[in-house]
């Protein structure tokens, strides 16, 4: 049997194809939007993609089970546990192609391999999990999805936001209903999420590649208080954060169809003119990867300072429009994953309009063609600030960092929220960002000069500040 564990870095996201190696036919398991590079590894194996299969409605990445039944003769097996999406009404199959909607209990073959699938709601209320009893007396597999990650599970609150009729207490007691169904399940199976640690779709996700329901039964809190009768719902909601904002727009995608992709666009090199014309132009975005300083010392109109590193696709995601068109400053070799990313969080195909490498930036950015970067302010002046009241101080960090201490007075928008939360920022005073260490409130003052606020960065972070011994608020 083939098992190969396709992992997304930049959304802790994973992916599986799984191949009968008599038949040499395989599966893929929530594949995400270009799905070319699931036919190449497919084809790397000698084994050919039959069918494709969804253990839920994703919001943090745009499916590509839509591109795989319009482009490829597979069988799709999707959830029937739930509401039909409305993509299946106008899809535009392949010849060949299939769509299947599967409940509790249903089988499905993939060359000798059987799958059974379990309804293991709570993170959202269709979700599957796919059970493979595997060959030559191997231990069981479960693909669970967003129901169970090493050491978490899926957080019910994100099941709660996006379906209506659905409560926050109705989704934590189907998530226990969903761990109690797993007591049947001896403890060597092996357990394969569908994401890793770093996902928003959990709290406190291991940074475990796979784990077993014995492990989980250990070390797992919601497991374990299930097991103990204790308090259930303080587990699983224990440090939740408010969703990321895109996660409502590729909810939405993923339900509504129109990502049928069969592979990635080109992404054309534009000239330094198409380049300049483009970055006056409020319709379009500059996605600027390049460092910090290089992004401050030529900081353009209409620009994200996004480094491709692992938070660039929430980060963009989060501070993107639906309309908004894409250039990219990046170099050439970057640019085939960046657009990959950019697909996956929400960019439409036809938006990403080109790119521009950083060395020809740095020689067109002069004149108007340039704006100031953001300046730093020190945590004496910032305090003077708030002492007079003179400025309106906004803490960019997450709700567990503000919740163990903040400034006095100061407004809380989460940094990866701020384009979503901007308006509730008044505009009679200078604003003042501050995070940790002064990173993503750097970014969040270039982002509300770009909208016309006058912002300043606090330097050094939050505890500069307090570490002088000025009041903050507990």
């Known amino acids: 049997m083939l098992l190969r564990r396709i992992f997304d870095p930049a959304l802790a996201q994973t992916s599986y194809l799984v191949g009968c190696d008599e038949t040499r036919e395989a599966i893929v398991i929530d594949p995400a939007c270009d799905i070319d590079r699931y036919v190449a590894v497919a084809a790397q194996s000698g084994h050919r993609i039959v069918a494709v299969a969804e253990t839920h409605v994703h919001a943090d990445f745009v499916s590509g089970i839509e591109g795989f039944v319009t482009h490829h003769p597979v069988a799709a097996y999707l959830s029937a546990e739930g509401p039909e999406p409305a993509w299946l009404a106008a899809a535009s199959l392949a010849s060949g192609a299939r769509i299947l909607r599967i409940q509790a209990g249903d089988r499905f073959t993939v060359g000798k391999l059987e799958f059974a699938a379990r309804h293991t709601p709570g993170h959202t209320r269709e979700s599957l999990s796919f059970e493979l009893a595997a060959p030559h007396g191997r231990a069981h597999l479960l693909f669970s999805g967003d129901f169970l990650f090493a050491g978490d599970v899926g957080r019910p609150d994100l099941g709660a936001f996006a379906t209506e009729g659905l409560s926050l207490r109705d989704a934590i007691d189907a998530m226990r209903a969903s761990i109690a169904s797993l007591d049947d399940l001896p403890a060597e199976t092996q357990v394969l999420p569908g994401h890793g640690a770093g996902s928003s779709c959990g709290t406190n996700i291991c940074n475990m590649p796979a784990t077993t329901i014995g492990i989980e039964r250990v070390i797992n809190r919601a497991m374990r208080a299930h097991a103990e009768n204790g308090d259930f719902a303080g587990a699983v909601m224990e440090g939740t954060t408010p969703p990321p904002p895109y996660f409502a727009r590729v909810k939405r995608l993923n339900e509504e169809g129109g990502r049928a992709l069969s592979s990635p666009p080109v992404v054309r090199e534009l000239t330094s003119d198409e380049f300049a014309a483009r970055c006056e132009d409020p319709r379009f975005t500059v996605i600027d990867t390049r460092p910090w300083n290089d992004y401050l010392d030529a900081r353009l109109p209409y620009s994200i300072s996004?480094?491709?590193?692992?938070?660039?696709?929430?980060?963009?995601?989060?501070?993107?429009?639906?309309?908004?068109?894409?250039?990219?400053?990046?170099?050439?070799?970057?640019?085939?994953?960046?657009?990959?990313?950019?697909?996956?969080?929400?960019?439409?195909?036809?938006?990403?309009?080109?790119?521009?490498?950083?060395?020809?930036?740095?020689?067109?950015?002069?004149?108007?063609?340039?704006?100031?970067?953001?300046?730093?302010?020190?945590?004496?002046?910032?305090?003077?600030?708030?002492?007079?009241?003179?400025?309106?101080?906004?803490?960019?960090?997450?709700?567990?960092?503000?919740?163990?201490?903040?400034?006095?007075?100061?407004?809380?928008?989460?940094?990866?929220?701020?384009?979503?939360?901007?308006?509730?920022?008044?505009?009679?005073?200078?604003?003042?960002?501050?995070?940790?260490?002064?990173?993503?409130?750097?970014?969040?003052?270039?982002?509300?000069?770009?909208?016309?606020?006058?912002?300043?960065?606090?330097?050094?972070?939050?505890?500069?500040?307090?570490?002088?011994?000025?009041?903050?608020?507990?």
Do not use: Q
């Open 306 to 474: 996004a480094p491709f590193e692992r938070s660039f696709g929430p980060t963009v995601a989060n501070y993107l429009d639906e309309e908004d068109r894409v250039v990219i400053i990046a170099p050439a070799k970057m640019v085939p994953e960046i657009a990959r990313v950019l697909l996956r969080v929400g960019a439409a195909p036809e938006a990403i309009e080109g790119f521009i490498e950083a060395a020809t930036v740095a020689r067109l950015a002069t004149g108007s063609f340039a704006t100031a970067g953001v300046d730093d302010i020190s945590p004496v002046r910032v305090h003077e600030f708030v002492d007079a009241g003179a400025a309106t101080v906004v803490d960019v960090r997450t709700c567990r960092e503000f919740a163990e201490g903040h400034l006095p007075g100061a407004l809380h928008i989460p940094f990866t929220h701020l384009r979503a939360r901007a308006a509730e920022i008044a505009r009679d005073k200078p604003v003042v960002c501050y995070c940790r260490s002064g990173n993503r409130s750097a970014r969040a003052a270039a982002f509300l000069e770009r909208h016309g606020y006058s912002a300043f960065n606090m330097r050094g972070g939050y505890w500069p500040y307090a570490g002088r011994g000025y009041a903050v608020t507990r």
